[in-house]
């Protein structure tokens, strides 16, 4: 049974005396030196402010303000990395559960594993990893926050070879709606476990990370080639043939964007619209360097690639995604890039409203396909490519203008998509098309799981699978 949401109330200074004497970590209020800085997330959009921000620095934290929340009948947001595109990191009057004090990360090199504190960033991550020559699949920001982009199912460089961020997820500590601190993996809780790899944050506050580590580097073969925007379709066409025939290893996105004013860029490229092919082999520095030749056969203007740290190759588009501005996307999955895909992508791409903004092909397949993992909740694995669009801008009084277009390219892509979607890339502006994440069995056995571990629906603000209503 669902059970009863207790009635919203004004916190007094007694409640929130309670929950002070609860908690190691801070908890702060509208006026306290900190409040406005924790509340700050990495999408400028969003300017909302909790009733309270419980800074946490432990499980006995999360699970005290977790029992809080719910007993006050406060609608309660969930701080990693603080990088959820639609805002959801932080609430309006509620009670903000802010992870990102515990950030510790502990590798285990003789089993290959690394677990990770729920308010880590994927830099801390892969620094750490990389010392030991050793990886997992992360997200293509280092600054993102592991949390979020893994439980929603999390593709990276690596996902060809070693498949999505779920299916090198070994296990998660998991604080629950009601207050239990459980551990969820193959040998424990296992509908739980199969839940939280792809049903996004539903399901409680994730408080670690257990990841399967694969030998990658440190040095790999990595970077960017840059081409001129009039060479869109030529160059997409030979995307299209390097990609039907690359080997796992590699995994290369095709990229629209502005030249940003960097030192590689020739000073009359810089601001102009370009194409770029980024990427990562996962493997041997000669087979690498093979694997790339037919980009450099290709004759950009600018060739970055070549050996590299593969942490630092991570953070390669940091700059391009920096935090406090305004951020809005789109996305769809294709089975396919046809002729008629890439000219309509060519051709939108071409009206960006802002030269921050960029749109992306990342590919699919390979372990991505083959669910290295097992049986996980991530939807729709069966997709070739999947098209992002990043609408980024400065101006707030310009928002309605950029949000427009990317809706218009969005919805001239739409008719060559499978339908499907990553839960990752929706906006609050489209609810109900959480379904379209997930295959219609996935997503009745997701439902199934949230009314056994959160009928109420504590958890709700996500990328939102709703409980079933009690009668």
Not at 98 to 109: A, E, K, T, Y
Not at 118 to 131: R, S
Not at 134 to 157: D, E, K, P, R, Y
Not at 199 to 204: Q, R
Request: aromatic share 8%; charged share 20%; proline share 6%.
């Amino acid at each position: 049974m669902q059970q009863t949401r207790p009635a919203s109330k004004e916190l007094n200074d007694n409640d929130i005396q309670a929950l002070k004497m609860a908690t190691r970590g801070d908890v702060l209020q509208s006026g306290d030196a900190d409040y406005d800085s924790a509340r700050r997330i990495w999408n400028g959009m969003f300017d909302r402010r909790p009733a309270l921000i419980a800074r946490c620095t432990g499980v006995a934290d999360v699970i005290a303000s977790v029992n809080f929340g719910r007993d006050q009948g406060l609608s309660i947001s969930v701080r990693g990395g603080g990088h959820s595109m639609p805002g959801q990191s932080v609430c309006d009057g509620g009670l903000m559960i802010d992870l990102s004090l515990m950030n510790g990360v502990r590798v285990d090199p003789a089993n290959r594993t690394v677990r990770a504190q729920g308010g880590c960033l994927w830099g801390a991550v892969d620094h750490e990893t990389a010392a030991f020559g050793l990886a997992t699949v992360g997200g293509t920001v280092s600054h993102t926050g592991i949390g979020g982009l893994t439980l929603g199912g999390g593709f990276g460089w690596l996902g060809r070879k070693y498949g999505f961020a779920v299916d090198n997820l070994l296990s998660v500590d998991i604080v629950t709606a009601d207050g239990r601190f459980l551990t969820a993996s193959a040998d424990e809780n296992q509908d739980l476990f199969w839940a939280v790899r792809g049903g996004g944050g539903n399901f409680g506050v994730v408080t670690s990370f257990e990841y399967r580590l694969h030998e990658v580097g440190p040095i790999v073969v990595a970077g960017m080639a840059l081409f001129p925007a009039e060479r869109g379709g030529e160059i997409a066409r030979a995307y299209r043939e390097i990609m039907a025939s690359a080997p796992d290893e590699l995994t290369l996105a095709l990229v629209y964007l502005s030249a940003p004013p960097a030192p590689f860029v020739p000073p009359e490229a810089v601001g102009a619209p370009m194409i770029a092919i980024a990427g990562c082999y996962a493997g041997g520095i000669e087979e690498g360097q093979r694997a790339v030749e037919p980009i450099r056969a290709l004759g950009p203007i600018v060739d970055l690639m070549g050996p590299m740290p593969y942490a630092a190759f991570q953070t390669i588009i940091d700059e391009a995604n920096p935090h406090g501005i305004q951020y809005y996307n789109k996305s769809h999955y294709f089975a396919e890039l046809s002729d008629e895909v890439i000219d309509t992508f060519m051709a939108e791409a071409a009206g960006k409203t802002s030269p921050l903004s960029y749109l992306l092909l990342f590919p699919f397949g390979g372990a991505t396909v083959r669910s290295l993992g097992g049986d996980t909740a991530m939807g729709y694995r069966d997709t070739a490519y999947i098209f992002v669009l990043m609408s980024v801008w400065l101006d707030t009084s310009e928002s309605d203008h950029h949000i427009k277009w990317s809706r218009d390219v969005a919805a001239a892509l739409e008719p060559f998509g499978t339908g499907g979607i990553y839960v990752n890339d929706l906006n609050d502006d489209a609810p109900d098309r959480v379904k379209a994440a997930y295959e219609p069995a996935t997503y009745r056995r997701l439902v199934e799981v949230k009314n056994k571990y959160d009928p109420a629906n504590l958890f709700r603000l996500n990328q939102n699978i709703k409980p079933t209503p009690s009668n």
